[in-house]
C-alpha cells in the first residue's frame, strides 16, 4: 500500500505504467494500483481491477444513501397525523420518494401493481446501479463498471436466477411445464430450446447490449475529447448522459418483461 499515495497525486506516474493515444487514466487507478497484486493473483489485469473498485464503491454509496433515504422515512412516518404525508423540503428522502414512484408506476404497467410491489427491490436496485456505473464514465476520473462484461453478465444474471426461483415459487411444476411446450412428444426439442433462452440467450443480451452501448459511448466520448478538445465534447457529454439513463431504463425494462414471462404462466393454464 505504500506505492499507493504517488498513483493518487500523479496521472504521469500512472501513464508510466502504460496506454497508448487515447488512453483515459482514472484516479481510481491509484487504489486499484495497490489491490492489483492480490487481484493478479486471480487473474485480473489492471483495468480488470479499476472496474471491480468502481463496482463495489458505487455499491457502498448507494447502500449508504438509502440508509440516509430510510431515515428520512423513518422521520416522516413519526410524525403525527396527516403531517407524515406532506412532503418536507427535497432532499436524500424526497429523491427516494419520487425515485420509487417513478420506477413503481414504470414497473406496474408491466407486471401490475401486486407484483411491481413484490419485485420493487429488484428493480429499484438494478436502476440505480446501472445508471450510476453508466454515468461515471462522463464525469473526469472515473471509469464506468458497465464497460465491462464481467459485471453486466453478474447483473444479468441475478435476474436470470430470480426468474426461475420466482417461476418455479409461483407455478410450481407448471413453470417447467411451460418450458417443455404444449405438446408432449415436442418436449425434447422444445425444451432444450427454451432453457437456452431462459439460461444463454436472454442474459447473453442483457449484458452485449449494455456493454457494447456503453464501450461505444465512452469510446465516441474520448475520441472527440481527444480530437476537438473545446466545445464539441460538452455536446457528447450531455448524449454520454443520456444514454447512461437509457441503457439503464432499457435493462430495468427488459428484466421486468422477463419476470413477467416467469409468473404470469399460471393465468395462462386457466385459459
Known sequence: MTHLLPFLLSPSAIAAEGGGPGYHYSWLQGIAHALEPALHSAGANHDDAIRLVTMWAVAFF??????????GLNAAMARAGAEKYVPGSFGVFGFFD???????????????????KRFFWLFGSLFLFIFTCNVLGVIPGFLPATDNVNTNLGVALCVVVVYVVSGLKRNGMGFIKHLAGPVWWLAPLIFPIEAAGVFLI???????????NMVGDHMVFGIMSDLVPFVVPSIFLGLGIWVSFLQAFVFTLLSSIYVLLSVAHDEDDHH
Open 62 to 71: 448507494l447502500i449508504a444513501l438509502a440508509a440516509v433515504g430510510r431515515l
Open 98 to 116: 419520487v425515485y420509487a414512484n417513478g420506477i413503481l408506476n414504470m414497473i406496474s404497467g408491466v407486471l401490475g401493481k401486486e407484483d411491481a
Open 202 to 212: 436472454r442474459p447473453t443480451s442483457l449484458t452485449l447490449r449494455l456493454f457494447g
